[in-house]
């Protein structure tokens, strides 16, 4: 029999950290709001209505932040998940790929999301491709491939001549690289971000398709540098204009292990990536275990974004497919060790189709993600689709215990192969058996409670009962943990009422800024009105602003409501930025027109509500 191992020796401290400081503001919980493929909703509606109908159910349940899927136009159009982005430029508002919505609906769909999720004081993150784009328009020559003797099209006559390039005199044609997003007026190549082979490996500066970097495994794979850095500047200026047009609070950066870190690490600065509460949040999808890997990664991206720990999701896969043969304390050794930037899973939309955790193995996991150190995030389908319907109940108890208790210093009092236990510096103290001998155990844990303290157990799984444990004078306590499960301690004089959660669901304020401009879908301000549409979810004030115009007056700004009854006028003044507030006494949906005389001219209308 193996000896059990206390962290109150020496031997093999450098293996653990005793210690973890991690910042209470680091640790809000995450959703991932969708799932893939996800079933596309009843006629009528859409997932962004749909998923906007859940939000206060996740706000009650006690998350902070929503992650959502990539809401840009796919190349595979209507029934695109987003992974194949197509235009950056669409996000459902654009007659493309034979849909004007995306999977998910319309853009003004989504931007009443955003909004919704706002006022009920949830932060949303978006998914979003960096890597590749899917769905070319066209096949064309490509003059680098020729040259290393590649060709992607085995067979030139199966092309038709109207997915070839306008100026193909029948040359071989070798890739699909040629994208024509349309603009205002709808013919193609008018759009924003037009590309070509010169795009994308091999490219003239990278003339390979070696991985990590250059190897095309999702579709056509960029070049940030080629052609004096086209694509680096194409999307770090997407990535300004798509945090301006939604007002999202950060992205969820899909296969950034497939993206060169330096152009990561300028991307993550422009949009003010940073782990601070206050910089624009960022979490990459690294999905790799190797420690010093994921070092070099963070020194190249200059720490500026978080990471999901899939070090400790196969450790706890581990943990549930053959708990008899798994050691406890892997999971503190095969963890990612930058606890303020590690993203805790349970599952997501990828490993729950690949390599799923047990789904009726779940609650051990989750009870542990929301006790250790680092940003725990809950999966979709673990919620609102559960196949164990004791997991959704289990969830409503252990997330509010993680709000309210599971801050402060991660202290690692005992781990041996079948029991954990971990405390968070005198505010919770959980205690986590793999199940592996199948008998409950009893052990003895040194706690910061102090002596003579008594502690009660919260997060208690369905047909427990009520239990209080009291320290002895040594701080000590002994506690009996069954096997396959958590038990987790608080004081028992602890005030919940008063301070139920660390994180309040405050309102926030969603600006989203209307860009005028005609390789963009709204086209340029003139005579001919260009209207927006916002979403009030409840009656509230609203704020106009129209800048960047070329000075062009008067300009005229009107409110609409869905009943067809104006709800304000405003009139701009020579020289000066339009701008307009007022108080709309119902919620629903307004029409927000642009009109201005004299020659066309671009500009934009930030509106915040």
């Not at 690294?286 to 500026?304: I, K, S, V, Y």
């Not at 963890?335 to 390599?355: E, G, I, T």
């Not at 020289?575 to 500009?603: C, D, F, H, N, Q």
């Amino acid at each position: 029999m193996r000896t059990p191992f206390r962290f109150a020796v020496t031997v093999g401290l450098s293996l653990f950290a005793l210690l973890v400081p991690v910042s209470s503001l680091h640790a809000q919980v995450l959703f991932q709001q969708f799932y893939y493929p996800i079933d596309k909703p009843p006629k009528g509606t859409s997932w962004w209505r749909q998923a906007t109908a859940e939000l206060p159910a996740l706000a009650k349940l006690g998350v902070s932040s929503i992650w959502h899927p990539v809401p840009v136009k796919g190349g595979s159009g209507a029934v695109s998940m987003g992974y194949d982005p197509y235009d950056l430029y669409d996000l459902g508002s654009k007659d493309q790929k034979g849909t004007i919505p995306t999977l998910f609906g319309t853009r003004d769909e989504y931007l009443a999301y955003v909004a919704a999720a706002h006022r009920l004081g949830l932060r949303v993150i978006a998914d979003v491709v960096l890597n590749h784009t899917g769905g070319a328009d066209r096949a064309e020559p490509n003059p680098l491939m020729e040259r290393l003797g590649w060709d992607d099209i085995g067979d030139d006559s199966k092309v038709g001549r109207a997915f070839r390039s306008p100026d193909d005199r029948d040359e071989n044609l070798r890739s699909w690289t040629r994208f024509q997003p349309v603009g205002a007026s709808g013919a193609p190549g008018t759009g924003r971000f037009p590309r070509d082979y010169r795009h994308f490996h091999p490219s003239a500066i990278h003339p390979d398709r070696n991985g990590p970097y250059h190897n095309p495994e999702f579709a056509q794979d960029y070049c940030a540098e080629a052609e004096e850095g086209y694509v680096r500047k194409g999307l770090c200026e997407w990535g300004a204009w798509f945090r301006a047009q939604t007002g999202v609070d950060g992205f969820r950066l899909d296969a950034v292990k497939l993206i060169d870190p330096p152009f990561l690490a300028e991307f993550a600065e422009k949009m003010n990536g940073s782990v601070d509460e206050r910089g624009f949040y960022l979490v990459g999808e690294f999905w790799d275990t190797n420690p010093g890997t994921l070092l070099d990664f963070q020194r190249a991206t200059a720490h500026r974004m978080r990471l999901f720990d899939f070090g400790l999701f196969y450790a706890l896969w581990d943990m549930t497919e053959n708990p008899r043969a798994f050691d406890m304390r892997d999971l503190l050794i095969r963890r990612f060790a930058d606890r303020q930037r590690a993203v805790l899973f349970v599952s997501n939309h990828d490993v729950d189709r690949f390599q799923p955790i047990r789904r009726d193995r779940r609650s051990l996991p989750y009870a542990l993600i929301l006790t250790l150190a680092g940003q725990p995030s809950v999966f979709y389908s673990d919620y609102f689709r559960a196949e164990d319907p004791r997991l959704p109940r289990t969830l409503e108890t252990l997330i509010p215990v993680h709000n309210r208790f599971a801050v402060g210093e991660e202290v690692v009092h005992f781990a041996d192969t079948d029991v954990l236990a971990v405390e968070r510096s005198g505010n919770l103290l959980g205690l986590f058996h793999d199940g592996g001998d199948g008998k409950a155990r009893t052990v003895t844990v040194p706690t910061n409670f102090g002596p003579k303290t008594t502690l009660r157990a919260v997060g208690r799984q369905e047909g427990e009962p009520d239990l209080t444990l009291t320290t002895g004078d040594d701080g000590r306590i002994v506690a009996t943990v069954e096997p396959g499960k958590y038990l987790l301690l608080v004081r028992a004089d602890a005030d919940t009422k008063s301070n139920p959660d660390r994180f309040p669901r405050l309102p926030l304020r969603t600006t989203q800024v209307f860009e005028f401009a005609d390789d963009l879908d709204t086209g340029r301000l003139g005579e001919t009105p260009r209207t927006v549409f916002v979403t009030l979810s409840a009656p509230g004030a609203i704020q106009v602003r129209l800048t960047d115009t070329t000075g062009r007056e008067p300009l005229e700004i009107t409110f609409t409501g869905a009943d067809g009854r104006p709800a304000g006028r405003v009139r701009g003044v020579r020289g000066k930025p339009t701008e307009y507030r007022t108080r709309l006494p119902r919620p629903g949906t307004y029409a927000i027109t642009v009109r201005t005389s004299g020659p066309p001219t671009v500009g934009r209308l930030a509106v915040t509500y």
